[in-house]
């Protein structure tokens, strides 16, 4: 029994690293020649593996989007939620509820930082009608939905809001939108430090009692 938990162990590790290569390779190649130029055989010549290993070990094309766009997001490839890291649950703990916004702005910053270099990309692509690319936006705007909705329930009940739970988490999910970043980063030259400043403030005044 000792023998086959070794073995089992193992080959655990052994598809983990494959699949990390491959969603490293994936990634190099989405950023450098876009969703749509990228082929699953590209991607598993350059993970030095078999196309159906990457079908094995991640899925099809999309999968493999969208798991190099959680990792980006994530910064590692754990199968743990934004909401239950390190991170979040220290931003849910704050003392008083501009902290609390400041540490989400904080945490939408790191975000931010990962994920930029693909953005433009997804969202120049799903704009052009890529049915995958669409697919991904539309659940990653989901899974935003969710998060903010988490952080103005946290707000409500522990300090109180100024607008209904349901308007706030809406206002949050409109500041956090990766088009706003783009705007403000990429096409106003903003600096991510300035970035962060303005979403935490503008998060505050919008929802926050005066």
């Given at each position: 029994?000792?023998?086959?938990?070794?073995?089992?162990?193992?080959?655990?590790?052994?598809?983990?690293a494959t699949r990390q290569r491959?969603?490293?390779a994936a990634q190099a190649?989405?950023?450098?020649?876009?969703?749509?130029?990228a082929t699953v055989e590209a991607i598993a010549a350059r993970a030095g593996c078999s196309v159906q290993?990457?079908?094995?070990?991640?899925?099809?094309?999309a999968a493999v989007l969208k798991a190099v766009y959680d990792t980006m997001l994530a910064g590692d490839i754990e199968p743990v939620a934004m909401l239950e890291r390190p991170a979040a649950l220290a931003m849910r703990a704050a003392p008083d509820p501009?902290?609390?916004?400041?540490?989400?702005?904080?945490?939408?910053?790191?975000?931010?930082?990962?994920?930029?270099?693909l953005l433009p990309i997804l969202l120049s692509e799903g704009a052009a009608g890529d049915r995958d690319v669409k697919a991904l936006i539309d659940t990653t705007e989901a899974e935003r939905a969710i998060?903010?909705?988490?952080?103005?329930?946290?707000?409500?009940?522990r300090f109180g809001l100024r607008v209904s739970v349901e308007e706030a988490?809406?206002?949050l999910w409109?500041?956090?939108?990766?088009?706003?970043?783009?705007?403000?980063?990429?096409?106003?030259?903003?600096?991510?430090?300035?970035?962060?400043r303005w979403l935490a403030e503008a998060m505050a005044d919008a929802v926050l009692p005066r």
């Open positions: 029994m000792t023998g086959r938990r070794y073995s089992s162990a193992v080959r655990a590790e052994q598809t983990r491959v969603i490293a190649l989405f950023l450098r020649r876009g969703y749509t130029g290993t990457v079908y094995n070990t991640v899925g099809g094309k501009r902290e609390l916004l400041a540490r989400y702005a904080r945490m939408g910053r790191d975000i931010t930082e990962r994920v930029l270099p998060g903010t909705a988490t952080v103005a329930a946290t707000l409500q009940e988490a809406d206002v409109t500041l956090t939108a990766p088009e706003v970043v783009l705007r403000l980063v990429h096409r106003r030259g903003w600096t991510l430090d300035r970035f962060e």
